[in-house]
């Protein structure tokens, strides 16, 4: 199956703790996007790679950093000096077009205790 | 002004009914505009594109009006299964890639 997967479903977090989420995808898409969503809402880019060892911030950059060493993977890494880190987070790809449709994965919801 | 904006609803419908409702966008440049679904505690998922003509795919119809820079959407003969909240997305460039802009959503409660 082909397709975007993002682990774990559910993450709790103490606070001061960093936490990595992942996000693999065999589609061949050479661009991959994070996202956050909160209640109310429209999903707000964290970071995005458009090829491999190459990423850019997004709007809401601060506190979080990434890294994209391979085509299929773009791990997210929330750090301790994200300040209200609780949310729904979107992994998403897309081949590298203009208006190119994306492709989201299913989640990680985070809970900072 | 938020680039992107939706009524949040929520549309309560009856099953069988039609209903339509609207997204705008304040980038007069955009060039690309998608319609999601996105079901509760679940990630979006492509509904369709919107083309400049307009297009329908099955019960849902999109319409673009750049006019008055919004789109529609339309479903046709409301099903159980239709109730979810419904993303628009708009592309704001044609130069690059683009980074898309998403709307808040609007909530769609189909009732038997």
């Known amino acids: 199956d082909g397709g975007i997967t993002q682990s774990p479903k559910y993450l709790f977090r103490k606070e001061g703790q960093n936490v990595t989420l992942s996000c693999e995808q065999n589609l061949n898409h050479d661009a991959m996007y994070w996202y956050r969503q909160d209640p109310g809402q429209g999903l707000r880019l964290i970071y995005y790679?458009?090829?491999?060892?190459?990423?850019q911030k997004g709007d809401i950059a601060e506190g979080y950093s990434v890294s994209r060493e391979k085509k299929e993977s773009f791990p997210l890494t929330v750090t301790s000096a994200q300040k209200n880190p609780t949310a729904f987070y979107l992994c998403?790809?897309?081949?590298?077009?203009?208006?190119?449709?994306?492709?989201f994965g299913p989640g990680t919801r985070l809970t900072v205790l | 002004r938020k680039e992107v904006e939706q009524d949040p609803g929520p549309f309560n419908v009856p099953e069988g009914a039609t209903v339509a409702f609207n997204c705008t966008y304040s980038?007069?440049?955009?060039?690309?505009f998608f319609w999601y679904r996105q079901d509760c505690r679940k990630e979006p998922k492509l509904l369709m594109s919107v083309y400049s003509s307009g297009n329908e795919d099955g019960r849902f119809t999109a319409q673009l009006n750049r006019a008055s820079q919004y789109i529609s959407l339309l479903i046709r003969d409301s099903k159980l299964s239709d109730s979810a909240t419904y993303l628009c997305?708009?592309?704001?460039?044609?130069?690059?890639?683009?980074?898309?802009?998403f709307g808040a959503g609007t909530q769609v409660v189909v009732t038997p």
């Open positions: 980038n007069s440049a955009s060039q690309s």
């Open positions: 790679s458009q090829i491999v060892n190459d990423f």
């Open positions: 997305v708009v592309n704001p460039k044609s130069d690059s890639w683009g980074k898309l802009q």
């Open positions: 998403a790809s897309s081949k590298l077009a203009s208006g190119a449709t994306q492709y």
